[in-house]
């Protein structure tokens, strides 16, 4: 087998990442003004967060069996291997770069004597320089710094990896690793910065509540997944049976679980603020997943395995932004609207015409957006949401909400189109007929 120019190339670039990594000078000399001693350190959070990022870091795992068992049985390890791949490839990104893009400090403008950042100095925290185990004095206070940062990355991660499901069955492997360093770089990490750092735009000019990730992961893959849809075009052949079943009640189950330490561990404390987005979380997804099945039979469709899994995940998404600023049985109403909006969406003929293999947009992207709304609507303390007297709030996030699309859904499109002018996105008519399990990887299930 013939070798291409884009593999040498990929080699190179991980072959020089590597020989920086072993000359790279760390900085030894910590900035003081940025980090408490050793005496912050809580070991009971220290625990919870090493536990969290174990849970999240199984959710992407979780997703490969989610995605591989809804996809034609020709494209199953292909499907399952682009979200296992993100383990690999944002994990060396993460540590070279975006955890600096993301956290470091703000690079942006000042209004009335404040400065509010767009993205991180990307040179803060290269290599996870000054990245040990010192608490940061704004960023995990109880924990090291070092654990805050593979926290973190758990959730840069897993973004990207969402994303495989809308473009299953057609897009090129290769293709698909140079946009995910992309969105990684360009997309997550500014969004990431704007809403999670103190000093972000619209964590701290718009008052953005995101608990733990719904506007920065889902949002913002699920406009990249539409914008790639609308890039890559459709697939040849449209309908497929899923191959796997057991498949996506095991990835689902995973998600579950793994999604206690998406929404809980984002307290980044082992306290009541996680014991309450534990909660939050199981209800919202539980109530879904029901009202997912309910809801289908009121439409004339079976009870179905599958559209249980959807809505267990639909609620899960949903629940995300809002996990620990409300109430318990608040989170029930959560994620019975999320269910009934994203089924209604995924049945939506203009969506379903442009071909989101696996309903990504309709799932993450609309629960996302679902859930944002909803916590700036419920969302308790002190004008904190519409219904606490925080009228300017609620505007903010739709104003915000509004910018995110735009920026995500239009970065993104970019991002392919750039990609494609690169290292064409979409397999062969041939290759796409045989599947990607053989034509891209030469093996089968």
């Not at 509540?209 to 849809?229: E, N």
Request: aromatic content about 14%.
């Amino acid at each position: 087998m013939k070798t291409g120019k884009k593999w040498i190339v990929s080699f190179v670039i991980i072959s020089i990442v590597s020989i920086l990594g072993l000359f790279w000078k760390d900085n030894t000399k910590i900035d003081k003004a940025n980090f408490n001693d050793e005496t912050f350190l809580n070991f009971a959070d220290i625990a919870w967060i090493l536990t969290s990022s174990c849970l999240v870091l199984i959710m992407t795992p979780a997703l490969s069996f989610f995605y591989g068992g809804m996809v034609g049985k020709k494209n199953v390890i292909s499907t399952m291997l682009k979200s296992f791949i993100c383990l690999g490839v944002i994990t060396i990104l993460w540590v070279v770069v975006g955890f600096s893009l993301s956290f470091g400090s703000p690079i942006g403008f000042n209004t009335n004597g404040v400065h509010y950042g767009v993205f991180g100095n990307p040179f803060d925290y290269a290599f996870f320089d000054q990245v040990g185990a010192l608490p940061h004095k704004v960023l995990g206070t109880t924990i090291p710094f070092a654990l805050f940062a593979l926290f973190q990355m758990k959730f840069a991660i897993i973004a990207p990896a969402i994303i495989t499901g809308a473009l299953a069955e057609r897009v090129r492997f290769i293709s698909f690793l140079l946009f995910i360093s992309l969105f990684c770089v360009f997309i997550y990490a500014p969004i990431c910065h704007m809403i999670w750092h103190p000093n972000g735009l619209f964590g701290s000019y718009f008052g953005i509540k995101d608990f733990a990730g719904g506007t920065v992961v889902h949002i913002s893959a699920g406009f990249a997944s539409l914008a790639g849809v609308l890039v890559i075009g459709k697939r040849k052949n449209k309908e497929h049976i899923p191959t796997n079943i057991p498949f996506v009640l095991l990835g689902t189950g995973l998600l579950w679980f793994g999604w206690f330490g998406f929404n809980a561990g984002s307290a980044l404390a082992a306290n009541a603020t996680a014991v309450l987005a534990f909660a939050t979380t199981t209800l919202a997804s539980a109530t879904a997943m029901i009202t997912w099945i309910f809801f289908d039979r009121l439409n004339g469709w079976n009870v179905s395995a599958l559209g249980a899994c959807i809505g267990a995940v639909v609620g899960l998404a949903v629940i995300t932004p809002a996990a620990g600023f409300i109430t318990i049985p608040e989170s029930i109403f959560f994620g019975f609207i999320g269910a009934i909006v994203s089924n209604k969406m995924i049945c939506w003929e203009k969506l379903k015409s442009i071909d989101d293999t696996l309903d990504v947009f309709a799932c993450h992207g609309i629960g996302g957006i679902t859930g944002m709304i909803l916590t700036a609507i419920f969302a308790h303390g002190e004008n904190s949401s519409l219904i606490h007297g925080g009228l300017k709030v609620f505007s903010s996030h739709m104003i915000a909400l509004v910018l995110i699309s735009i920026f995500t859904f239009g970065g993104a499109y970019l991002l392919f189109k750039l990609t494609d002018s690169i290292v064409s996105l979409r397999v062969s008519e041939d290759s796409e007929d045989l599947g990607l399990d053989i034509s891209q990887h030469n093996e089968r299930i």
